[in-house]
Each structure stands twice: as structure tokens, then as C-alpha cells.
């Protein structure tokens, strides 16, 4: 066996030229594809500052609750809501939504794990299959939007809540309908 002539690769320099050339396309091309994500990234960060702040403090400071412009656009700042429970803080904000009447918000998610031929035991009580040594796991959570609509109505009706246990934001936002 000629281990030489096995060990021997020809190249052909036109491809591999060829190859080359598309690979530094595509580098480039990553290099404006992050460019424009990190562009994007500041304008939604304007876009916001515009129309949670700036625009509704001047409507606010000139008493305007709504503004339309000669097109016939309309410009109005209306209430938003928004609200995220963490993780640390889940067990106490799931104890407050209980003992203050919300507890039916709060979704209880057991999930069972089995193997085959084990249908039976799947219809016996979780404490019973703790105490046999099955795995069990148990997620308790509210959604986003149950939770965001929980807060609006909340605060809405003059009720207090507990905004940092809760995770809860208020701000305005300015909306734009154009004709």
C-alpha cells in the first residue's frame, strides 16, 4: 500500500478561491447583520422613551388628553400596565393572591412521570406516589396576560396591590391611529 499517494489531497485552487471569497461574504454579512440588530435595538429604545415618557409628559404639562393632527391622525396617552412575579419572589406573591381572595388566578400544573404498564398508579393521589418514590413535579404560576389584566383592574378600581412583590409597572403610552 502507497501510503504517499494516499496522504495526497489536490486542491483545486479555483474552488478553494471560490470558497474563500463566500466565506468573507458571509463574515461581512454578520458583521452588518449585528450592526443593524445593535441600530434596531437603539431605536426601540427611542421609540420607547418617546412614547412612555417625553410624549405624554408634554401632553400632561399642556393638559392635552388627545391631540389630531391636519391628516386626521390621532394622538392620544393612555394608561399601561404591565407586571412580572420572580422567581424569589413567587412562593409570598402566590401566599398574597391567596389570602387576599385572587388564589383562582394561580394555575397548579402537576405533572407525573411513568413508565409503560403503569396506567394504573397514574390514577392514584400525588401523596401517594411521593411516598412510593415516583417523580413528581408540581409548577404553580399565573400568566402574563391574567395577571397584567388582574393588575389594570386592580388599580383601575382604586384597589392597592403589592407592586414590588408583584413585579408591577404603570406608565403611559402614547398611541397613534392614522387614517
Known sequence: MDL????????????????AEECNKLIETQ???????????KL????????????PNLM???GIKELKLDDGTAISVK???????????EKEAFEWMRQNGFGDLI???VELQFGKAEDELANQLVEELKS???NVSQKMKIEPMTLKAFIREQIEEGHEVP?????????NRTTIKQK
Not at 4 to 19: M, P, Q, R, W
Not at 44 to 53: A, D, I, W, Y
Not at 79 to 89: C, D, E, G, L, Q
Open 4 to 19: 504517499e499517494a494516499l496522504s495526497t489531497v489536490v486542491v483545486d485552487t479555483e474552488a478553494a478561491k471560490g470558497i
Open 31 to 41: 458583521k452588518e447583520v449585528a450592526n443593524m440588530e445593535e441600530q434596531l435595538k
Open 44 to 55: 426601540k429604545e427611542t421609540e420607547r422613551n418617546l412614547s412612555e415618557q417625553s410624549i
Open 60 to 62: 400632561r404639562e399642556a
Open 79 to 89: 394608561p399601561y400596565y404591565s407586571a412580572s412575579i420572580s422567581k424569589a419572589k
Open 107 to 109: 394555575k397548579n400544573k
Open 132 to 134: 412510593k418514590g415516583h
Open 163 to 171: 407592586a414590588d412583590l408583584l413585579g408591577v409597572y404603570v406608565g
